[in-house]
């Protein structure tokens, strides 16, 4: 959107917004009808799905603008599922998730103003363990205060039900980031994780940029863990906070990539799909799975599966180039093979003038 | 109990954080790497005393004499392998923070689950030296007292290495400046690779004494990791004294805690801690040299 825009490029974007639209409606509707087409494993399959969608893209909102790792996701998922079933006898249901999001964001904003204010570093490790110190505050609380340990929610708001609202929350979150990237916040924040010292030289207020988005992230993941907690009869702290929920974020939107709104949908499906083949037979494969694979992507995927997918895109849309006919790369190839081996520094040195040329330099990267 | 002998057990097990610390700080604040895997190192050490005492019934101290150069050689080889593509590509320290999190994020999982797999889920525990001892009129378990005494041990040796040899010297400089280290001719990726190392030697010693006086199972790595980096923090960044007196701080805050309100809310204690330093003093309490 420049000045320079003509009325015919006015109208290509025009038409090109309104058949996204079109598209996203369209899909969105064909989700819609999911429950009464699937068995009801495919349905508790799909609200899984439908979960850690909106978890990774609200995590993406903060973490992908601002590039700070945020481990705390499962702190506010625990946050609003345990708010719920705390609540849940004496509010209606509706009135219940309002006080988890008003709790989410208010965590968000005290947690956000103390560690965010000071440096980027710190609030990365304080994440880490925020959601523990909850779920060791509220394991103390209920035993102490309350003489509980665990809370039922039963109530009428079936897996159908679920999956709806968790259908809505992911348009919601999807078109959060889509206004994101065109707002003064979404461009204030990427400057950020470019580089906060340039931030701050341009006069953006940097704290209140990234606090402001953070509580927004948390209130997704909040809302998210208050609406799956009445597809579990029986909760505790224990499971409420599950560490492992904001581990499965950092690597399923890693492994989709944070450079498209769509990215993390790529990481979401594989990984959903590969957790419930592993995690009932084999558990601890798939920690060393989830190891291997996060591994990998940092070192050789740094832009995810959309990354991937663009440059297979780029690759094909390219001409084939073939100078000298199809003998010229055979010939290369026959030279290539007919060359002496020389190591002149041995297997070891070999090895590492291989792993160099693997790692792109810092020159290569974005 | 009197609260001079609670705040006495907190100093004991404060010693013990204290060294774990130091190693973290070694990766963190010289070599400049945020080592999330480097609890389960810990957590690999007291499995390797755990079987070494039960099989064969050797001593866990002499047990040390194998799982602490084996560590060594292991954080060595993640230095060498893993780490430096990285330190090699990031451009600044930020990003490299940044990235090494990620690297060492996903090893954790690695490690985790191969321990698991290998070991089982189940708490262990051996019976070494429980038997209580007398001092100044006070009652402790001998394995925590030798296994303070060994802290005290470790990090003196540490302290001497740091502040006595041209080696230390290097290294301290290191920590206030890479690049200023660089110039006055002193090989920064060379020592970085050995500081990294000596913290995951510390801590493989860290994780054979806890070994003794603690239950332990694959997924406490974490637990130590989160310590090391509060009190790391709380002692100021490359700091090795504010280590050590956060890390007694931080024993003798829990030992309160677990004594006088509730023994389920220890981590709470240290991240209130870390909340109050950061708030006041960002830069530890003793700041960073």
Redo the contacts between chains.
């Keep these: 959107m420049t000045s320079t825009e003509t009325h015919k490029d006015a109208r290509i974007r025009r038409t090109r917004v309104a058949a996204a639209i079109a598209t996203l409606a369209v899909v969105v509707g064909a989700l819609a009808t999911v429950p009464w087409l699937v068995s009801d494993y495919g349905l508790s399959l799909m609200v899984n799905v439908m979960s850690y969608l909106v978890l990774t893209i609200a995590w993406a909102l903060f973490s992908g603008t601002t ?3 945020s481990l705390a996701t499962s702190a506010f998922f625990g946050i609003g599922m345990y708010t719920v079933a705390m609540l849940i006898k004496v509010l209606p249901l509706y009135a219940t998730f309002g006080v988890a999001i008003g709790v989410g964001a208010a965590v968000a904003l005290v947690v956000g103003v ?2 965010l204010r ?5 609030f ?3 994440g ?3 959601s ?2 909850i779920r ?2 509220t ?2 609380w209920e ?2 205060q309350t003489h509980t340990m665990g809370r039922y929610v039963f109530v009428d708001f079936d897996t159908t039900m679920i999956y709806e609202h968790l259908l809505g929350l992911a348009v919601l979150v999807f078109l959060t980031g889509w206004l994101l990237r065109r707002s003064r916040l979404g461009l204030a924040l990427l400057v950020i994780g470019e580089d ?1 010292t340039v931030a701050r030289q341009v006069g953006i207020n940097v704290p209140f940029a990234k606090v402001t988005i953070f509580i927004v992230s948390a209130m997704f993941m909040t809302l998210t863990g208050a609406l799956m907690a009445p597809r579990f009869g029986f909760i505790n702290p224990n499971f409420a906070f599950n ?1 492992l929920v904001s ?1 499965q974020v ?1 690597i399923m939107a ?1 492994l989709g990539g944070l450079q498209q709104l769509w990215g993390p949908v790529l990481g979401v499906i594989p990984l959903i799909i590969l957790s419930e083949q592993l995690q009932t037979e084999f558990p ?12 990998v ?3 050789f995927l740094p832009r995810g599966v959309t990354g991937l997918l663009e440059d297979v895109w780029a690759a094909l849309g390219r001409p084939l180039e073939l100078p000298r006919g199809f003998a010229g790369p055979l010939l290369d190839a026959w030279a290539w093979l007919s060359r002496p081996i020389s190591l002149p520094r041995g297997i070891a040195g070999a090895i590492e003038e291989r ?2 040329k693997f ?4 020159t290569q ?1 974005r | 109990m009197p609260a001079i002998e609670v705040i006495l057990g907190g100093v004991i097990l404060g010693g013990l954080y204290a060294l774990v610390a130091i190693g973290f700080n070694l990766q963190y604040g010289m070599a400049r790497i945020v080592n999330l895997a480097y609890g389960e190192f810990l957590m690999g050490a007291a499995f390797a005393a755990f079987w070494m005492f039960t099989l064969f019934r050797i001593n866990p101290i002499v047990g040390m004499l194998f799982s602490v150069p084996v560590s060594f050689g292991a954080n060595w080889l993640i230095y060498r392998a893993l780490m430096l593509p990285l330190v090699r590509r990031a451009r600044t320290r930020q990003q490299l923070e940044g990235e090494t999190i990620l690297a060492t994020f996903g090893l954790l999982f690695v490690l985790r689950g191969a321990a698991t797999l290998a070991f089982s889920a189940d708490n262990r525990y051996y019976d070494y030296l429980g038997a209580p001892l007398q001092i100044f009129g006070f009652t402790f378990a001998a394995n925590r007292v030798l296994a303070f005494a060994m802290a005290c041990v470790f990090g003196g040796a540490i302290w001497l290495v740091l502040n006595r040899t041209r080696f230390g010297a290097a290294l301290r400089a290191l920590a206030i400046d890479p690049i200023g280290a660089e110039l006055v001719g002193i090989d920064v990726r060379g020592l970085s690779g050995l500081a990294f190392a000596a913290g995951g030697g510390l801590v493989a010693a860290a994780g054979t004494l806890v070994s003794t006086f603690l239950s332990f199972n694959p997924a406490i790595g974490i637990d130590f990791t989160m310590k090391a980096l509060v009190v790391v923090i709380m002692g100021g960044i490359g700091n090795m004294g504010g280590s050590l007196i956060a890390g007694v701080l931080l024993g003798v805050a829990e030992a309160l805690c677990s004594y006088y309100i509730d023994s389920g809310l220890t981590l709470a204690v240290a991240y209130a801690l870390f909340l109050i330093v950061l708030v006041v003093r960002p830069r530890g309490l003793f700041g960073t040299p």
């Design positions: 590039q700070l790792v103390l560690t000071i440096a980027g570093m710190f990365v490790i304080f880490f363990g925020l523990e110190m060791e505050l394991v103390w035993i102490n906060e560490p581990f950092v890693f601890f494969w798939y920690s060393v799975f989830l190891g291997l694979v996060f591994m992507i940092v070192y792993w160099s790692m792109p330099r810092p990267r």
